[in-house]
């Protein structure tokens, strides 16, 4: 069997959350290159369904450190 970790917020899967994710996100938002699978599911670290500007600013406040994405 294959399992998949999520680290939410950890879009390209190299297990920190950096600048690199916060640009596939925007280039998500600005559909120049959409998420799919499990870098879709990290990209919505607010768990709405949706990946939009508050996610992006929900990573953006993590990597500057005056925020946390929860991962339950």
Do not use: E, F, W
Not at 11 to 26: E, R, Y
Not at 35 to 47: E, R
């Amino acid at each position: 069997k294959i399992y998949t970790v999520i680290l939410y917020g950890d879009v390209n899967g190299d297990g920190k959350i950096n600048a690199l994710d916060l640009l596939k996100i925007q280039k998500h938002i600005l559909k120049t290159s959409p998420l799919t699978g499990a870098a879709a599911i990290a990209a919505d670290v607010n768990k709405d369904g949706i990946i939009n500007p508050l996610d992006l600013l929900r990573v953006q406040k993590t990597i500057l450190g005056d925020a946390y994405i929860s991962q339950q």
